[in-house]
C-alpha cells in the first residue's frame, strides 16, 4: 500500500527590516513567524546571535492601579550557546544579576514613552534564543523590546532603541564585538528615541566631560536610524493605530480646587528648609486637613484627592527651584550637603569607612580572600571568574520604613553594579593584588544618591585596607528641573530622594580629579539639548572634586601595609611538570600539606607555568607552606645554599638529600677543609646538614660542597729551621 504523503500548508506572512550598521554588519528585524498570539512579537538577528521579544498588554486596569504595572525579564536561553545549565534540576532557573541588568536597562528606556494615563499590566519578554559568542546581545535588547511594541496596538510613545558605543583604538564604534570591547577606553549603553536620548550606563579610563558627550552624540546617530527602521516596520504590519483605553477618573473641578486651597501652603513649607521628616509631617497635614473639609466622600473621590495634591507639591517645589533658586532644604543648586567620613570603624574588618552626606549614610565593608572565593559565572553567554565583587543593601530602616528583608531586588543590583563599574576602574592590576575583594555598602540612612555614597565609602574602606587603588573615587547624583516650555532650567547637585521622584533628571557621575570612570543617567522628559547636558556634566565635576577634597580629609592614600590581623597572600611560579607533583595523586599532597601548615594552597596552569597561591592568617603557616612547595617544585640552582637530609654514606662521601627525590654527592673531599681519610663517624644517616650546590653535570648529577659554607682555618706559618 502506498504511504500517504504530508505536506505542511501553513504559510507564515513574515515581514523583515534589515538595518544596516555602516561597516558591513546588518541588524535583522523579523515579526510574523513566531510567538503571534503575543500582542507584539519579533526577533532580532545580529550575526548568529538572535533574540526574541514578546509584549502583551492587559486589555484593561486593575481597579485602585494608577501607575504603569511594567515587568521586563530579560533571559538567555542556554541551548542559546550549546550548554546545559549547571547545577541540581540542569535547567534556567531566576534571572541571574547580569540578566537583570540588562532586564533593568531595557525597563528605564522603555517605561518613560509610555503614556502616564496608561495603567494596564504589561509585560515584556526578551529571550536570548541563539548566541555568536562575539556579538553581545545586551545592546539589541532594547531595539528588541521596543520593535515588539512597534508591531502591536500597545500604546506607546515610541519608538527607541539601545545601543552600545565604545571607543576602540581611538575609534568610536557601534555595537563592538565581545573582542573588540577587551581594548575599549570607553563603553556605555545608551538608549533614546528618533528625538531625545533618555538613558545612559556605562563605564570609562577617566575620560573627560567633553568625551563623553561625543559618544552620546555618536550613538544617537545609531540610534536615530534604527527608530526610523521600527516606523516602517509599524506601517508595514498595519499598526499605526492604537487601542483605545480609559484607565483614569477625572474631576478637574476637584483638581483647581485643591490646587487654589493648598498651593501656598504647600510653597511655604517646601521653602522652610525643614528637615526630611518634619517636612513630610507637615505636606501630609495639609492634604488630610483639605481632604477633611470634603466631607463624606467615595473611595475614587479621595484618591482623587491625593492625587492632584501631589501634583501639587509636584509643582510647589519645582517652582521654588525655578523661580527662587531655592530647593527643599534650603540649599543653593550648586551645594554639597554636609559630609563626614571615618576609616577603621570596625577592628575585625579588613578594611571599614562610614561615610555620611546630609541624611544618607552607608557603612561599607572590604573583606580580602584567596582564590577559592572569587565567584563562579555560569551564565549562557558569561560564564568564568570574578575577584572583585561589590554587594549593596538597602534595608527599610534606612528610610524608617517597615519592610521585610527578602534579599537582594532589581535595584540593589542595579545600584551596587554602578559602585562596582565605578572601583573596578582604580584596582591594582591583576599581578599587583592576588586577592579576592568584596566589598559590602550597607545603606543606614537614605535620602538621596545612596549608591554614590556606596562609591565614596567604598573607596575610604578599600585605602582602609591597603588596596593600592590607583585614584580615590567620588560620585555625586545631580538632577534637572525645567519649567514645561523647556525655556528654564536648573541643574541641581547632590539630589534629595524628593528631588530625584520630583525631577526631570537622575544623572549620577563618578570620577577621580583625572576624569569620568561611570555615569548612569535617566531622563524623564523629552527634549534635553547637548548644551545641558554639558553644563550639567560640568557642574557634577565641581561637586566630584568637592568630595573628593572632604574624603581626603579623612584618609588621602591607601595605608602602607595590610591590617596586622588580615591574611597574606604568597605567589609562586613554578614549572608546569611539577603541577601534579605538588597536587599529589587524588590531591593527596596538597590536602595533606593545607592540613598540616594551616595554610590554604590554590594552584593552576597560567601560560604553561604552574601558578601557586598561598593564603593564610598568620605568617609562620605561609612559610611552612612555601617551604613545602618549594621543595617539591623548586629546580636546583647552583650556588644556592640547602638543608639536606644524609640518605646513605659510602666510602667517598655521602649522598644528601636536599629536595624530594633530589640527591646529590657530599663528596669526602667537600665536608670539611682539613682532609679526611674516612668516613667513619663524620656523618650519621637521617643527619641534617647545610650544604651548597656547587656543579650539576650533563647528566644531571648534583655536586655539593659543606666546606664551602665553613669559614677558612687561618693558616699558620712553620717556624725556620
Given at each position: 500500500?502506498k504511504?500517504a504523503?504530508?505536506?505542511?500548508?501553513?504559510s507564515?506572512n513574515?515581514?523583515k527590516?534589515v538595518?544596516?550598521?555602516?561597516?558591513g554588519r546588518?541588524i535583522?528585524?523579523?515579526?510574523?513567524?513566531?510567538a503571534?498570539?503575543a500582542?507584539?512579537?519579533?526577533?532580532?538577528?545580529?550575526?548568529?546571535?538572535m533574540?526574541?521579544?514578546?509584549?502583551?498588554s492587559?486589555k484593561?486596569?486593575?481597579?485602585?492601579?494608577?501607575?504603569?504595572?511594567?515587568?521586563?525579564?530579560?533571559?538567555?536561553?542556554?541551548?542559546?550557546?550549546?550548554?546545559?545549565?549547571?547545577?541540581?534540576?540542569r535547567r534556567?532557573?531566576?534571572?541571574?544579576d547580569?540578566?537583570?541588568l540588562?532586564?533593568?536597562?531595557?525597563?528605564?528606556?522603555?517605561r518613560?514613552?509610555?503614556?502616564?494615563?496608561y495603567?494596564?499590566d504589561?509585560?515584556?519578554?526578551?529571550?536570548?534564543i541563539?548566541?555568536?559568542k562575539?556579538?553581545?546581545?545586551?545592546?539589541?535588547a532594547?531595539?528588541?523590546?521596543?520593535?515588539?511594541l512597534?508591531?502591536?496596538?500597545?500604546?506607546?510613545?515610541?519608538?527607541i532603541s539601545?545601543v552600545?558605543?565604545?571607543?576602540?583604538?581611538?575609534?568610536?564604534v557601534?555595537?563592538?564585538?565581545?573582542s573588540q570591547?577587551?581594548r575599549?577606553?570607553?563603553?556605555?549603553?545608551v538608549?533614546?528615541?528618533?528625538?531625545?536620548?533618555?538613558?545612559?550606563?556605562g563605564?570609562?579610563?577617566e575620560?573627560?566631560e567633553?568625551?563623553?558627550?561625543?559618544a552620546?552624540?555618536?550613538?544617537?546617530?545609531?540610534?536615530?536610524?534604527?527608530?526610523?527602521?521600527?516606523?516602517?516596520?509599524?506601517i508595514?504590519?498595519?499598526?499605526?493605530?492604537?487601542?483605545?483605553?480609559s484607565?483614569?477618573?477625572?474631576n478637574?473641578?476637584?483638581?483647581?480646587a485643591?490646587?487654589?486651597?493648598?498651593?501656598?501652603?504647600?510653597?511655604?513649607i517646601?521653602?522652610?528648609?525643614?528637615?526630611?521628616?518634619?517636612?513630610?509631617?507637615?505636606?501630609?497635614?495639609?492634604?488630610d486637613?483639605?481632604i477633611?473639609?470634603?466631607?463624606?466622600?467615595d473611595?475614587?473621590?479621595?484618591s482623587?484627592?491625593?492625587?492632584?495634591?501631589?501634583?501639587?507639591e509636584?509643582?510647589?517645589?519645582?517652582?521654588?527651584?525655578?523661580?527662587?533658586?531655592?530647593?527643599?532644604?534650603?540649599?543653593?543648586?550648586?551645594?554639597?550637603?554636609?559630609i563626614?567620613?571615618?576609616v577603621?570603624?570596625l577592628p575585625?574588618a579588613?578594611?571599614s569607612?562610614?561615610?555620611t552626606?546630609?541624611e544618607?549614610?552607608a557603612?561599607t565593608?572590604?573583606?580580602?580572600?584567596?582564590?577559592?572565593?572569587?565567584?563562579?559565572?555560569d551564565?549562557a553567554?558569561?560564564?568564568?571568574?570574578?575577584k572583585?565583587?561589590?554587594?549593596?543593601?538597602?534595608p527599610?530602616f534606612?528610610t524608617?520604613?517597615?519592610?521585610?528583608?527578602?534579599?537582594?531586588?532589581?535595584?540593589?543590583?542595579g545600584?551596587?553594579n554602578?559602585?562596582?563599574?565605578?572601583l573596578?576602574?582604580?584596582l591594582?592590576?591583576?599581578?599587583?593584588?592576588?586577592?579576592?575583594i568584596r566589598?559590602?555598602?550597607?545603606?543606614l540612612e537614605s535620602?538621596?544618591?545612596?549608591?554614590?555614597?556606596?562609591?565614596?565609602?567604598?573607596?575610604?574602606a578599600?585605602m582602609?585596607?591597603?588596596?593600592k587603588?590607583?585614584?580615590?573615587v567620588?560620585?555625586?547624583a545631580?538632577?534637572?528641573i525645567?519649567?514645561?516650555?523647556?525655556t528654564?532650567?536648573?541643574?541641581?547637585?547632590?539630589?534629595?530622594?524628593?528631588?530625584d521622584?520630583?525631577?526631570?533628571m537622575?544623572?549620577?557621575?563618578?570620577?577621580?580629579?583625572?576624569?569620568?570612570?561611570?555615569?548612569?543617567?535617566?531622563?524623564?522628559?523629552?527634549?534635553?539639548?547637548y548644551?545641558v547636558?554639558?553644563?550639567a556634566?560640568?557642574?557634577?565635576?565641581e561637586g566630584?572634586?568637592?568630595?573628593l577634597?572632604?574624603?581626603?580629609?579623612?584618609i588621602?592614600q591607601p595605608?602602607?601595609?595590610?591590617?596586622?590581623f588580615?591574611?597574606?597572600?604568597v605567589t609562586?611560579?613554578?614549572?608546569?611538570?611539577?603541577?601534579?607533583a605538588?597536587?599529589?595523586?587524588?590531591g593527596?599532597?596538597?590536602?595533606?600539606?593545607q592540613?598540616?601548615?594551616?595554610?590554604n594552597?590554590?594552584?593552576?596552569?597560567?601560560?604553561?607555568?604552574?601558578?601557586?597561591?598561598?593564603f593564610g592568617d598568620n605568617k609562620e603557616?605561609?612559610?611552612l607552606?612555601?617551604?613545602?612547595?618549594?621543595a617539591?617544585?623548586?629546580?636546583?640552582?647552583?650556588?644556592?645554599?640547602y638543608?639536606?637530609?644524609?640518605?646513605?654514606?659510602?666510602?667517598f662521601?655521602?649522598?644528601?638529600?636536599i629536595?624530594?627525590?633530589?640527591?646529590?654527592?657530599?663528596h669526602?673531599?667537600?665536608?670539611?677543609?682539613?682532609?679526611?681519610?674516612?668516613?667513619?663517624g663524620?656523618?650519621?644517616?637521617?643527619e641534617?646538614?647545610?650544604?651548597k650546590?656547587?656543579?650539576?653535570?650533563?647528566?644531571?648529577k648534583?655536586k655539593?660542597?659543606r666546606?664551602?659554607?665553613?669559614p677558612?682555618?687561618e693558616r699558620?706559618?712553620?717556624p725556620?729551621?
Amino acid at each position: 500500500m502506498k504511504s500517504a504523503s504530508y505536506e505542511n500548508k501553513m504559510s507564515y506572512n513574515a515581514i523583515k527590516k534589515v538595518i544596516d550598521l555602516g561597516d558591513g554588519r546588518t541588524i535583522e528585524i523579523e515579526t510574523g513567524k513566531l510567538a503571534k498570539q503575543a500582542d507584539g512579537s519579533v526577533v532580532i538577528k545580529m550575526g548568529d546571535t538572535m533574540l526574541l521579544a514578546t509584549v502583551v498588554s492587559s486589555k484593561e486596569a486593575k481597579e485602585g492601579i494608577d501607575f504603569l504595572p511594567l515587568s521586563v525579564d530579560y533571559q538567555e536561553k542556554y541551548a542559546a550557546t550549546g550548554r546545559i545549565p549547571g547545577g541540581f534540576l540542569r535547567r534556567e532557573a531566576r534571572l541571574s544579576d547580569y540578566e537583570v541588568l540588562i532586564s533593568r536597562l531595557v525597563d528605564r528606556a522603555l517605561r518613560p514613552l509610555f503614556p502616564e494615563d496608561y495603567h494596564a499590566d504589561t509585560q515584556v519578554m526578551i529571550s536570548l534564543i541563539s548566541a555568536d559568542k562575539d556579538i553581545m546581545p545586551d545592546c539589541l535588547a532594547g531595539l528588541a523590546a521596543s520593535a515588539a511594541l512597534s508591531v502591536s496596538d500597545i500604546p506607546f510613545n515610541g519608538p527607541i532603541s539601545e545601543v552600545r558605543v565604545a571607543k576602540v583604538d581611538g575609534e568610536l564604534v557601534i555595537n563592538p564585538t565581545l573582542s573588540q570591547l577587551q581594548r575599549a577606553t570607553l563603553e556605555f549603553i545608551v538608549a533614546g528615541s528618533e528625538h531625545d536620548i533618555n538613558m545612559v550606563e556605562g563605564e570609562a579610563h577617566e575620560i573627560q566631560e567633553a568625551e563623553l558627550v561625543e559618544a552620546i552624540k555618536f550613538a544617537h546617530t545609531a540610534i536615530k536610524i534604527q527608530c526610523l527602521a521600527q516606523k516602517e516596520l509599524t506601517i508595514e504590519v498595519g499598526k499605526t493605530e492604537k487601542r483605545t483605553y480609559s484607565h483614569e477618573h477625572s474631576n478637574e473641578d476637584l483638581k483647581k480646587a485643591i490646587y487654589a486651597a493648598t498651593y501656598e501652603q504647600v510653597y511655604a513649607i517646601a521653602g522652610s528648609a525643614s528637615a526630611k521628616d518634619e517636612r513630610s509631617v507637615k505636606f501630609k497635614e495639609v492634604r488630610d486637613a483639605y481632604i477633611a473639609t470634603l466631607g463624606e466622600i467615595d473611595d475614587i473621590t479621595k484618591s482623587l484627592a491625593k492625587k492632584y495634591y501631589h501634583d501639587v507639591e509636584y509643582d510647589a517645589i519645582r517652582n521654588l527651584v525655578l523661580d527662587e533658586g531655592k530647593r527643599l532644604d534650603g540649599r543653593q543648586t550648586t551645594q554639597i550637603r554636609p559630609i563626614w567620613s571615618e576609616v577603621g570603624y570596625l577592628p575585625s574588618a579588613h578594611g571599614s569607612a562610614v561615610f555620611t552626606r546630609g541624611e544618607t549614610q552607608a557603612l561599607t565593608t572590604v573583606t580580602l580572600g584567596a582564590k577559592d572565593d572569587e565567584q563562579m559565572i555560569d551564565g549562557a553567554f558569561i560564564n568564568g571568574y570574578q575577584k572583585f565583587l561589590l554587594h549593596y543593601n538597602f534595608p527599610g530602616f534606612s528610610t524608617g520604613e517597615v519592610r521585610p528583608n527578602r534579599g537582594a531586588g532589581r535595584r540593589e543590583i542595579g545600584h551596587g553594579n554602578l559602585a562596582m563599574r565605578s572601583l573596578k576602574r582604580v584596582l591594582p592590576a591583576e599581578d599587583e593584588n592576588p586577592y579576592t575583594i568584596r566589598i559590602v555598602s550597607d545603606i543606614l540612612e537614605s535620602n538621596g544618591s545612596s549608591s554614590m555614597a556606596t562609591v565614596c565609602a567604598g573607596t575610604l574602606a578599600l585605602m582602609d585596607a591597603g588596596i593600592k587603588i590607583t585614584e580615590p573615587v567620588s560620585g555625586i547624583a545631580m538632577g534637572l528641573i525645567t519649567n514645561e516650555m523647556g525655556t528654564k532650567y536648573a541643574i541641581l547637585s547632590d539630589i534629595l530622594g524628593d528631588e530625584d521622584h520630583l525631577g526631570d533628571m537622575d544623572f549620577k557621575v563618578t570620577g577621580t580629579k583625572n576624569g569620568i570612570v561611570a555615569c548612569q543617567m535617566d531622563l524623564k522628559i523629552n527634549g534635553l539639548s547637548y548644551e545641558v547636558l554639558t553644563n550639567a556634566l560640568d557642574q557634577a565635576k565641581e561637586g566630584r572634586l568637592h568630595i573628593l577634597g572632604e574624603m581626603a580629609k579623612t584618609i588621602a592614600q591607601p595605608r602602607e601595609d595590610y591590617k596586622p590581623f588580615a591574611p597574606r597572600i604568597v605567589t609562586l611560579k613554578i614549572d608546569k611538570e611539577f603541577i601534579g607533583a605538588v597536587i599529589g595523586p587524588g590531591g593527596k599532597i596538597i590536602q595533606e600539606m593545607q592540613r598540616e601548615t594551616g595554610a590554604n594552597i590554590n594552584i593552576e596552569e597560567v601560560n604553561n607555568m604552574g601558578i601557586v597561591q598561598i593564603f593564610g592568617d598568620n605568617k609562620e603557616a605561609i612559610d611552612l607552606a612555601v617551604g613545602r612547595i618549594r621543595a617539591i617544585a623548586m629546580r636546583p640552582e647552583v650556588g644556592e645554599t640547602y638543608e639536606g637530609k644524609v640518605r646513605s654514606i659510602m666510602p667517598f662521601g655521602a649522598f644528601v638529600e636536599i629536595m624530594p627525590g633530589k640527591d646529590g654527592l657530599l663528596h669526602i673531599s667537600e665536608i670539611d677543609h682539613r682532609r679526611i681519610e674516612t668516613m667513619d663517624g663524620v656523618l650519621e644517616v637521617g643527619e641534617i646538614v647545610k650544604v651548597k650546590l656547587l656543579d650539576i653535570d650533563k647528566q644531571g648529577k648534583l655536586k655539593l660542597s659543606r666546606k664551602a659554607l665553613l669559614p677558612r682555618p687561618e693558616r699558620t706559618e712553620q717556624p725556620k729551621g
